[in-house]
């Protein structure tokens, strides 16, 4: 039958042979070879003088390849993308390019898409810092349902606008999902998202810590490589040798470590800039003014003037080093007498440690005939020793958590720091109160105490709570539902973690339309 004009009459015109790649059988490539028919088509009205015979159910017109081998190829390139499923297809005897499956990707139709009654939106990262995306899951379906390019506000309340019955938005606390879905979903309601919440409650926190540097307690275990606090006088930016008090008597010169005199200097040019960014600010200007001048970021000038005076630098958490397995024999062979490195070198040698020069244990070695109260041998030339290390305080970070999590989970050490942080200010103890407070009504879903929670905060809360406080009721009716209602956007974290897997998966070719194709398929 002439597919044109559906005449049934016609006669044979010509034959030629047709080629189509199958699947493999036995690990072999199988290739389909057809004899197909030319007819003429007898209708004189006919556009079409002549039509080949077609077989829908093997391949379509002019294709190169059968049915079955594009969807098993499809499936390929959806799981692995591009390279990755062209080498997987060549290892089951499927020779293809990558740039075939990005093609077969791209032609595969995808199903329409049906607004879901609660919807989950959040965004994910193209470039950190720099470009975002949006990705949309259906909470009650448990599946992304839709990818947008960027995360305005005016690209959400399109998209909800052409897919209308949307009655319940979770979102997390940034305006341009709030103001996109007041807009496109006047009706629906809105709820924050109760992680979020806590997150920014738990920044919030780290600000007022930020702050009050000064109530943060010492460290109870480890020693810390910082710097002990210095004055306020401007240090040497390069210095070399430093006065000290022995047995009474001053004037004995004692020569620094490499280590201690870069750390010096370092913390010389940190303090130049504190002191530029100071004298700056009592000129009057302000933290965008001052960050134009200095060069320095604006998160930086903010941390400096809040800081109320020069920030030392927080300790910094030990690496892992290859001696650690072998401390313990080590610690061993220095009580009984054996302080050679060399010797210690070789015997640790024997036992399975691959360094390749002594420098590691020399220096831990070096630490310890420091610290040792036993006298050392001694040896020529000017005795260098180190100075005694800094107490280590505990980190504005660290502490934050603290507040947020349940007191019947903290150890006795960390209720320890708590009560030494409540004993350094009564704000900090205000602080912590409201913001378990807050903690137990997201954990218990007790909406209905907000209002009071609110109040008591702008009472006598410190300031970087008011402000919290403040944004919250910009968006109250979002938070109170998100304090009162079951829906969260857990399950979307968990689909941006897929989608962040996927495009590191695909290298430099997650591009919007095949990234967006791969995650719906996938769900």
């Not at 079951?486 to 897997?501: A, P």
Request: proline share 6%; net charge positive.
């Amino acid at each position: 039958m002439c597919p044109a004009c559906t005449h049934a009459s016609s006669h044979v015109h010509s034959r030629y042979n047709r080629r189509l790649a199958d699947l493999p059988c036995q690990g072999r490539a199988v290739e389909l070879r057809l004899k197909v028919r030319r007819f003429f088509c007898e209708n004189p009205t006919c556009i079409r003088k002549t039509f080949a015979e077609q077989f829908p159910e093997i391949a379509p017109a002019y294709a190169r390849r059968t049915l079955r081998q594009s969807k098993t190829l499809g499936e390929i390139a959806f799981a692995l993308g591009g390279r990755a499923g062209a080498r997987l297809a060549c290892f089951l005897s499927l020779p293809v390019s990558f740039w075939t499956l990005l093609r077969l990707l791209r032609r595969t139709p995808m199903a329409p898409i049906r607004a879901p009654r609660m919807l989950g939106t959040d965004d994910f990262a193209w470039r950190k810092g720099d470009h975002y995306g949006t990705i949309l899951v259906d909470l009650q379906a448990h599946r992304p349902i839709d990818l947008l390019p960027d995360r305005e506000a005016g690209t959400f309340e399109r998209w909800l606008r052409e897919h209308p019955g949307v009655e319940v938005v979770s979102r997390d606390r940034a305006s341009s999902y709030a103001e996109g879905a007041k807009k496109g979903a006047p009706d629906a309601i809105q709820i924050a998202d109760r992680y979020h919440l806590v997150a920014n409650l738990r920044d919030t926190v780290q600000r007022l810590l930020d702050r009050k540097r000064q109530c943060l307690p010492p460290l109870q275990e480890g020693k810390s490589t910082a710097l002990p606090a210095m004055t306020d006088e401007k240090p040497l930016m390069e210095p070399q040798v430093q006065q000290k008090e022995k047995d009474g008597k001053e004037g004995e010169r004692v020569s620094l470590t490499r280590a201690e005199a870069l750390r010096q200097m370092r913390r010389g040019k940190r303090y130049e800039r504190y002191q530029a960014v100071a004298e700056l600010h009592q000129q009057g200007l302000g933290e965008r003014a001052i960050a134009r001048t200095t060069g320095l970021s604006r998160n930086t000038v903010h941390r400096y003037l809040e800081a109320g005076s020069f920030p030392e630098s927080g300790p910094r958490k030990k690496r892992r080093s290859k001696l650690d397995p072998y401390l313990p024999y080590l610690r061993e062979r220095w009580d009984a007498g054996c302080q050679n490195a060399a010797q210690l070198f070789r015997e640790i040698q024997t036992r399975g440690y691959r360094a390749s020069s002594p420098t590691t244990l020399r220096a831990l070695i070096s630490d310890w005939r420091t610290s040792s109260p036993t006298p050392v041998r001694r040896t020529r030339g000017p005795k260098r020793t180190s100075s005694p290390p800094a107490q280590r305080h505990l980190s504005s970070r660290q502490a934050s958590f603290l507040f947020i999590k349940q007191p019947e989970t903290l150890s006795p050490t960390h209720r320890s720091y708590l009560e030494q942080m409540y004993q350094a200010s009564e704000e900090m103890k205000q602080a912590y109160e409201l913001s378990q407070q807050f903690v137990s009504m997201v954990r218990l879903r007790q909406g209905t105490h907000l209002d009071v929670w609110l109040q008591r905060t702008k009472e006598y809360g410190p300031r970087e709570l008011i402000s919290f406080a403040s944004g919250i009721r910009r968006d109250y009716a979002a938070v109170q539902a998100g304090l009162s209602m079951v829906e969260s956007n857990g399950q979307v974290e968990g689909q941006v973690t897929r989608l962040k897997y996927l495009k590191r998966q695909m290298y430099g070719r997650a591009k919007f339309d095949l990234l967006r194709l791969r995650v719906l398929h996938a769900a």
